[in-house]
């Protein structure tokens, strides 16, 4: 008689069915992973905020006013004298985030373009970049970032600024002048956290929010160079789009068409359905797509009067 032994191991249908559980808890386990790394990366830009907001209140308890929107420098041509766009706010806040040896590098008299400042720029403070913003998108390192301070709700480039950051130093007022604005609007009047405090209120005003990856593609077979496909904020370029936005075009607006301009200038975030916010008085905000947008407008004001509705 021949003897017999216990088995060991699987069946090959024993085998399967441990697959298939597998497969199943794995599939229930990934999107709660998933999650959780995301609401951490959320965490770490709402910290990113906090720093740049704790930033422009020590820039401001130095200067006595918060930096224009975009810095610029006096240059006369025959008999005009005409201001050009040199560097922005995110500069000018570097020594109080710790990077004095970075500020110091910077020629503050030429743009980020300029071969000086160029690779200087494109150093990006980790304090300026959101872990969810996909930077292999944007290709070559150009000093791209993640967030931009706020004019306010209307146009940026060529409208008065009603927001935290204005145009003070006239960079844009020729263009400002070539739209047709009365001449009591071509000059803006420098801001500070504390007069916002009494004017809105410093908690119902956007400081600084989030500049996030926005993709461009043309509808029709018309394009410009450089402009589709995928563009971020870049934190030392004062161009407009670049550093410093508005509420004036669709909010969060991720994909656009490429001739949706007033969209250029829109806060937007990596983050699902949602913008982050630094206000005034330094804490975080977080703005829905479903906001209305008149009360976006309101939040980003200074001083319109409008009350802003209690959140749930």
Partial sequence: ??????????TLVELLVVIAIIGVLMGLLLPAVQTAREAARRLQCSNNLRQMGLAFHNYENSKKFLPPSALGRQETIGSHTVT?????PWVSILPHLEQTNLFERFDLTRDAWHPHNRPIAAQTPATYLCPSMPLVELGANQGHSSYAVSTGS???????????????????????????LPTSQLDMPRTSISLIAGLDGSSHTFLAGEFGLQTRTASGP???PGSSGANAARWALSYPYFSAAS???TF?????????IPSYESFRSDHPGIVQFVMCDGSIRTVAD?????????????ADGGVIPVEN
């Avoid at 991720?254 to 001739?259: S, T």
């Fill in 247 to 249: 509420t004036f075009g």
């Fill in 252 to 260: 969060n607006a991720r994909r656009i068409d490429l001739f949706d």
């Fill in 1 to 10: 008689m021949r003897a017999s032994f216990p088995r060991h191991g699987f």
């Fill in 84 to 88: 050009r766009a040199t560097l922005t």
């Fill in 154 to 180: 209307r146009r940026y480039r060529n409208q008065v600024h009603d927001g935290a950051f204005t145009d003070y130093q006239g960079v844009f007022r020729g263009e400002r002048q070539m739209l047709g």
């Fill in 290 to 302: 479903t906001t209305d947008a008149a009360v976006i407008d309101m939040l980003a004001a200074r």
């Fill in 222 to 224: 018309i394009s410009f």
